[in-house]
């Protein structure tokens, strides 16, 4: 029977208080009857208008119509089809800009909770006790991904399943790229990032840790005496940006990056830690963005008073609505129309508080935001020995700087075909952050399944020469 209630069933979650101080997941997910109800809402339009809001376009219609009718295994399967990593695109992509913005649910109403779905089914079927290998006839051809991230994940899945043979180089000492330094625990836990890396090892996908391309080895050798039929390149965009004021070489001034890999990756947070982290009192996190939330959200799990500045109104704070509201809930307080422009430190270099500026609002700007304007003579002091910098990420130039005749931007970003992935060099191709700048993760592992694609047709037109 049809669900015709305008409103989605809502997400459990932690209470705000007990969460604020542990890295426990926040979101606690649907059980079986409020999956089934909230999968009754689905109209199964002919059209599908969600699925072309969906970069990886899952069949949606169809797998909430198997929740709905209780065949859960049945919803994983069709999402498996299209998507590599679905417990945790339930959990980190926008779909409230994606594949909801466009349900017709919404017009009258609140959307499918698609997300919800997709978390529901995958945590299903990840609760199985083992992933089992899978046998796939191999084609005899090697292809080379760079970077253990969405995109590069994706795009060795579906390499895998068209038979190649996939080994993915990892800088770091644990796989996942930003699923596994970037997003913390209490929104992505690394439990199932692991889970789903077995399944792509279940596939025959070869996971290299501790790989740096361009110093361990480079693109060259890959293609030439590695045996490499492709390389793909999904470093993504690791390279911090800062402010230029003054006052940032002090310490307990940091990057988000640098902040959240420690969190993340080295547990820095747990007593004992071989890679401690400082625990604040007062911490400003600059930015808007989903990235300045999990930082803010993390120092205030420290036992830290977190402010958000930002120099433009709520109205335009880029992140997530969900989360923007969760940091509320949790006691982070935000300083809009704020803007940095010195930290002072204390006597022994340590920083103590940061000297703002305040803004209003001025004519658009480029990206079509309203552009900040400074109101001369004003000023705003707000504590802190901890100033967590989150202004956006560019591609690491190492790969660009080591490899021959590969075109970049100006700030970095490797240049590659929209719909392919290729690059300036044959056999070359990219995708995700390292072409686009920081994005989201279900946009990279969209470009890492057109690449997959790409690379099958390179390969196959190469042989047939």
């Known amino acids: 029977m049809a669900n015709m209630s305008l409103k989605k069933n809502e997400m459990p979650v932690q209470d705000a208080l007990k969460r604020q101080s542990n890295f426990s997941e926040v979101a606690l997910g649907y059980t079986k009857d409020m999956a089934i109800d909230e999968a009754q809402r689905c109209l199964n339009c002919k059209n599908m208008p969600c699925v072309k809001g969906c970069p990886v376009e899952i069949k949606i219609p169809d797998f909430i119509k198997q929740i709905a009718e209780g065949n859960f295994e049945g919803a994983y399967d069709i999402i498996a089809e299209s998507s590599a ?11 409230e800009s994606q594949c909801e913005k466009y349900c017709v649910r919404a017009i009258k109403g609140e959307s499918v909770a698609i997300g919800r779905l997709e978390r529901f089914v995958a945590d299903l079927h990840n609760e199985k006790e083992e992933t089992s290998a899978q046998k796939i006839e191999k084609n005899g051809y090697k292809v080379a991904v760079i970077g253990s991230g969405p995109s590069g994940l994706t795009c060795a899945g579906d390499l895998a399943k068209m038979g190649y043979e996939v080994t993915v180089f990892e800088a770091l000492h644990l796989a996942g790229g930003v699923l596994s330094y970037g997003i913390p625990e209490f929104r992505l836990p690394k439990s199932i990032v692991k889970k789903e890396i077995e399944g792509l090892k279940a596939l025959g996908v070869k996971i290299e840790t501790n790989v740096v391309v361009g110093r361990t080895v480079l693109i060259d050798e890959l293609l030439s005496e590695e045996g490499f039929s492709a390389v793909y390149i999904a470093s993504g965009a690791g ?16 990057s988000a990056n640098e902040f959240l890999t420690r969190i993340n990756l080295m547990k820095a947070y747990v007593d004992g830690s071989y890679t401690p982290v400082k625990k604040p009192r007062h911490t400003v996190v600059v930015g808007g963005g989903n990235v300045a939330m999990d930082a803010a959200r993390c120092a205030r799990r420290l036992g830290s008073e977190v402010t958000v ?3 433009r109104t709520e109205k335009e704070l880029p992140a997530r609505l969900e989360e923007i509201e969760h940091a509320k809930e949790e006691g982070i307080e935000f300083a809009f129309l704020t803007n940095p422009v010195e930290i002072v430190g204390d ?7 940061v000297k703002c500026q305040l803004m209003r609002l001025g004519e658009p700007d480029a990206s079509g935001r309203a552009r900040p304007v400074a109101i001369e003579g004003s000023e705003k002091i707000v504590p802190a020995d901890c100033v967590i910098m989150s202004l956006g990420t560019s591609p690491n130039p190492i790969i660009k700087d080591t490899t021959e005749g590969l075109d970049t ?12 992935g290729q690059t300036s060099r044959e056999g070359v191709f990219a995708g995700g952050d390292a072409v686009t700048g920081a994005a989201t993760v279900i946009l990279a592992m969209g470009a890492g399944k057109k690449a997959a694609a790409a690379i099958d047709e390179y390969v196959k037109n190469k042989q047939n020469k």
Do not use: H
Request: some cysteine; proline content about 8%.
């Open 85 to 95: 990593l679905p417990a945790i695109c339930g959990r980190v992509c926008p779909q």
């Open 409 to 420: 931007t100006r700030w970095g970003g490797i240049i590659a075909d929209e719909e392919s």
């Open 309 to 311: 500045v930002y120099r």
């Open 239 to 254: 390279l911090p940006k800062f402010m230029s004021i003054p006052g940032e070489e002090l310490k307990g001034v940091c």
């Open 347 to 353: 006597e022994n270099g340590f920083a103590k508080e």
